[in-house]
């Protein structure tokens, strides 16, 4: 009896948990499917809040799953929908002006000067653009220096002091601990591994850093010069003596135009919409404005398309994913581009610091099979370095934005060599081998003069492969490329210069030089490539759901955004295989 009375328990608990799992899967449905129902209607007389904060990257993906249809989504809150969005503003009847209220950014120097640029764009139609700060980074007060008339809390303050970047090194690390990074790499400005081989900056290092920080901060002081009709001598003045970090000294420097609080900057807006003191004025966050204006681009009726082709991210091996790219994805997208009738040619956006060399090889292969069927421009964006300008080079015409960092041709290897540290513990190896050759590397055993001259003759190959295909690309000798390579680092109104980029331009003329070389005047653009979504995915951060967090925003929420940096950083050169063509350094405005 008691058998009995076990069994149906079991088969009852068993019903129970498959009923509520089905319930709670529905539930989850519901929720996914409902959350693109909520279209907001924008209202006459409206404003746009430019609330970007978590606008991070151009694309914001395509993701499919073959079995749960209603896992397909279709975010739109990349930087390239808000840019489409007040594309579609400055023409909106309803739409009055744009608000830029506490504003935090996350884009790079290249993205944020294509939503500035955008912003110029939409004054040029005669609405308004005003801006309000409790407190101004270096980075938001660039975007926002675009604003007719900029408020300023009475106590904020205001970060504007130029750039610099900090280089952090680990030679004395790696002989107090054991653990040490065997390096071999070609390239005099290689600087990726430098910090695993001094304990200070090569001079070489320093004058490549200094150079495009000097282009970057150029391109960011003209264009807050042109807004703020200050000239650039006297930015460069405020910057070296900290003398606009108070509200006071900003506006008596015309960095900013009024002090006051927010209230006061609402009541601004009220009186240029002619809003009584006493009601609220309508406004839509730029968010909800592009789900509002997304169904234009369904409407259209043009039949020609030129395809964007995202290429965010670090470089892997395996099948990619929105801040990965990996020759799995990208093959598909570009195949499925190039065979596709309707598309009259290609645009490459590319955001990345590198990151694999043989994928980066097997991207480039993939551009050149494209090439042979439709034209190809590479539009850059924050960064085209290393592998990034390695999946670019062969492109038909190369853009670039002046801060875009481009360039980085060079290859490394970096082994992690643990010999010292099992000494200092005690801890003994030895090998037993059929060949001379069979046991290849090993971390507990220093690094053999055999084996270096293997992965030397690896990373100098590697290095002249890349070179030929920059050659190839740009129409430059071997010697020319290589004199400009060597692992430098270039901002894009350099690269101009040298040869290695075409012109200096957003995606918006990326597009239409493709659409020229394309031969088509009546077009729409279609975006790749597409991700499987998992549900495992789904529920980590995809469906929007409270419970539902990703594992790094879990992290970020608890050891801060600059430790998780770090540590992100540290993971990254543990992820390291095989020979790299990647970026030497992070440089972050702020």
Sequence with gaps: ????????????????????????????????????????????????????????????GKFYNDKLSFLNDTPHDGLIDVLKAIEAAKTDDKIKGITITNSTSRLGIAQNKALRDKLEDFKASGKFIVAYSDNFSQSDYYLNSVADTIYMNPIADLDFKGL??????????????????????????????EPFLSNSMSEANREQISELLNSVWTSVADDISKSRNIPVDSLNSIANNLSARTAEMAKDRKLIDKIGYEDEFHAGIKHALNVAKDEDYNSVSILDYVQANSIKDLLSDAKEEIAIVYAQGEIRSGDGALTIIAEGAMRKALKEARENEDVKAVVLRVNSPGGSALTSELIWREIELTKQVKPVVVSMGNYAASGGYYISCGANRIFAEPGTITGSIGVFGMLPNLSQLSNNLGIHTEKVSTHDNSAGYSLFTPLEDETRAIIT?????????FVNRVAKGRNMSFEQVDSIAQGRVWAGAEAVKNGLVDEIGGLDDAIAYAAKLGKTES????????????????????????????????????????????????????????????????????
């Design 1 to 60: 009896m008691q058998f009995l009375k076990n069994v149906l328990a079991t088969i009852t608990g068993l019903f129970l948990f498959c009923l509520l799992s089905f319930l709670f899967f529905i539930i989850i449905a519901i929720a996914a499917g409902g959350s693109n129902d909520d279209v907001v209607t924008v209202k006459d007389n409206s404003v746009i809040e430019l609330d970007i904060k978590d606008v991070q990257n151009d694309y914001a």
């Design 164 to 193: 610099s970047s900090e280089v952090m090194f680990y030679k004395d690390f790696q002989e107090k601990t054991g653990i040490k990074m065997e390096v071999i790499r070609h390239g005099k400005y290689k600087s990726a591994v």
């Design 457 to 465: 003759e690896s990373v100098e190959n590697i290095y002249t492969t």
């Design 523 to 590: 077009y729409k653009t279609v975006n790749y490539p597409e991700f499987e979504m998992t549900f495992d995915q789904f529920l980590a951060g995809k469906s929007g759901l409270p419970f539902a967090q990703s594992k790094e925003d879990m992290i970020k929420e608890e050891i801060g955004e600059e430790n998780y940096i770090m540590l992100e950083r540290i993971r990254r050169i543990n992820q390291l295989r095989g020979n790299q063509v990647i970026l030497p350094y992070e440089i972050t405005i702020r």
